[in-house]
């Protein structure tokens, strides 16, 4: 039998980290694209280095050359294109780095399948995203519904998908989008809203951290675990045919609710007072010192020119077809799962700052040498 071997772009990402996990545990040789920064920071991947079947090698998405020399080196029997600009504010600012990495890379990577006369033995999936739905024209949203892209970052994903769903009419490739809802997990970045929240609320129910603030808290979300979702991607390879699925849990929340819920695991209750600029959460129960305090208010900074306000969706295609289950975690387990993560890391990162505080001292007064 042969083997099977995957290249991961994005292998550093939230989604990378947790398909590595997944694919080595089924016994996948796993190849992963990093890329060069000025600090080595892999966090979500440095458990699996040294593992046997798990090899890094330097590529960038925006290097034609580069993917073209690792897949013929490679030979994958499957991609997952993961690497992206993932963050939509983030597209606004820099968007034309955006549509190179999410539109343009796509390109490259189906490219640097046919250069190297790849395309009848290497199956791709590429991480496309409920925010082509955009500006919805429908709820829920499933496969056929319209797409009305409303960023920088989804309209080049709409590039992507089609030009995935191009080359699978056109040159008979196995390549098929995950059109995936928002997953979230304890390896989410930092700047997303779940983990600002689960993070802040850490912070604040331990007294390192006064207020926290957002954005639009009326916009909807479904949101999954990016650990269940990691399944999906590798079911959709193992389909008998090359199809594009959504995946989503099917249940809606608004960004307040995760607030509500978020600050609830770390120990606090909050009300909410007053209207969209002026809306605030103020503690009604919890550490004393914050009772009657506010703990979340809106800032216009972090409002976006235009923003994505409705994604619901409909994952009955990937049930039925895939057998994956939406619900493995409900909505309430995940904020549960990522707020307790926080809450440790926060009482350990202040744990390791005092010990740091201490051992300056005693260098300084010559106790240690
Ligand atoms: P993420 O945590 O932001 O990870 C993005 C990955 O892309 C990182 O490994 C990053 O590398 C890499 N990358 C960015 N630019 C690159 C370049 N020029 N060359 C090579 N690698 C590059 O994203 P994620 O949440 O895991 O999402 C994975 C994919 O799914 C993305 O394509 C995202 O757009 C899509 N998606 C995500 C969600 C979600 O809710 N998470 C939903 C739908 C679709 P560095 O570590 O070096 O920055
Ligand atoms: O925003 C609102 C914000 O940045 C969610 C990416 O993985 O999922 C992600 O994109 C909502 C938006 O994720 C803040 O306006 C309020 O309506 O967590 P987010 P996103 O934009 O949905 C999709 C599916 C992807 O494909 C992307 O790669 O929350 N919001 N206040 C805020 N958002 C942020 N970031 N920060 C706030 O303070």
């Avoid at 780095?97 to 009848?120: C, I, M, P, Y």
């Avoid at 056929?144 to 998908?161: D, I, Q, R």
């Avoid at 304890?186 to 997303?192: K, L, Q, V």
């Amino acid at each position: 039998m042969s083997k099977n071997i995957a290249l991961i772009t994005g292998v550093t990402g939230q989604d990378g980290s947790y398909l590595s996990e997944f694919l080595l545990a089924k016994g996948y040789e796993v190849h992963g694209i990093i890329r060069r920064s000025s600090v080595d920071f892999r966090e979500r991947i440095a458990h699996l280095e040294g593992t046997p079947n798990f090899h890094l090698h330097y590529a960038d998405m925006g290097d034609s050359m580069s993917l073209v020399k690792l897949v013929g080196k490679v030979q994958p029997t499957e991609i997952y294109n993961l690497a992206a600009q993932s963050h939509v504010q983030v597209s606004f600012d820099a968007p034309e780095f955006t549509a190179d990495v999410d539109a343009v890379g796509v390109l490259r990577v189906l490219e640097a399948v046919r250069t190297n006369h790849l395309e009848k033995t290497c199956k791709i999936y590429q991480a496309s995203t409920s925010e082509l739905y955009g500006k919805v024209e429908e709820v829920p949203q499933n496969e056929k519904t319209p797409f009305h892209p409303y960023s920088p970052y989804a309209v080049a994903k709409l590039y992507g998908f089609w030009i995935i769903k191009e080359y699978r009419e056109a040159y008979d490739m196995f390549c098929c989008s995950g059109i995936l809802f928002n997953h979230e997990s304890e390896r989410r970045g930092e700047t997303f809203v779940t983990r600002k929240i689960t993070l802040a609320a850490a912070r604040i129910a331990q007294g390192k951290q006064e207020c926290l603030y957002l954005g639009n808290l009326d916009s909807l979300r479904d949101w999954g675990y990016a650990k269940d979702y990691v399944e999906c991607m590798w079911l959709i390879l193992q389909h008998d045919k090359p199809e594009d699925f959504v995946i989503a849990t099917g249940v809606q929340h608004t960004v307040r609710e995760f607030a509500t819920l978020a600050f609830h695991h770390a120990g606090i209750e909050l009300r909410w007072e007053g209207e969209g600029v002026n809306e605030k959460g103020i503690v009604v129960s919890g550490p004393a010192a914050l009772v009657g305090k506010t703990v979340v208010a809106v800032s216009e900074d972090f409002y976006r020119p235009t923003d994505v306000v409705n994604l619901w969706g409909d994952p009955t295609k990937a049930k039925n077809e895939l057998g994956w289950n939406p619900q493995t975690t409900s909505f309430e387990q995940l904020v549960q799962i990522m707020v307790k993560h926080d809450m440790e890391k926060v009482a350990a990162d202040h744990v390791a700052s005092v010990m740091r505080t201490n051992l300056a001292e005693y260098l300084e007064k010559g106790l240690v040498k």
